[in-house]
């Protein structure tokens, strides 16, 4: 195999990525994306009247944008297997907030966590569809202009 024919085949078979290495940076990504939405949640909670009212429901809301972030990035990181990789992702993610929320001594809601934990894992399974069909940016070309 000559050099020219050896360079166009290395060009066209992408490398693959590891798939737990993905999984892992999707959830940072989700549990990065959680923290901060939690505390703009809490920051709006200061400007409310009632934040008792309003408060489950910045944070499922939170809980359910982690988990699309952590399904599009590990699968946007990936970039095959977006179903799989959100999958992993988000229930990585749903074991990593209980884990948490055993921790601190929170209460779980178990009716409430039946819905919402596997909503959430479905959530990140159409975000890793989504984040796995992202293309690919082309490198900027610098042109020079002619005056």
Known sequence: MNKTARSRFTQT???EKNFFICVLFGTLWGIAAGVVLLAL???AGIFLDDPDKFAPIMALAAFFISSYIAGYKS???KRSGGAVTGLAAGATFVLIVVLFALATAS???LPLFAICAPAAVLTSV???IAGAGK???APKKHKIKNF
């Open 41 to 43: 949640c809490a920051v």
């Open 13 to 15: 078979q992408p490398t």
């Open 107 to 109: 209460s779980i809601k």
């Open 126 to 128: 159409f975000a890793g």
């Open 135 to 137: 293309k690919q940016k």
């Open 75 to 77: 699968a946007a990181y």
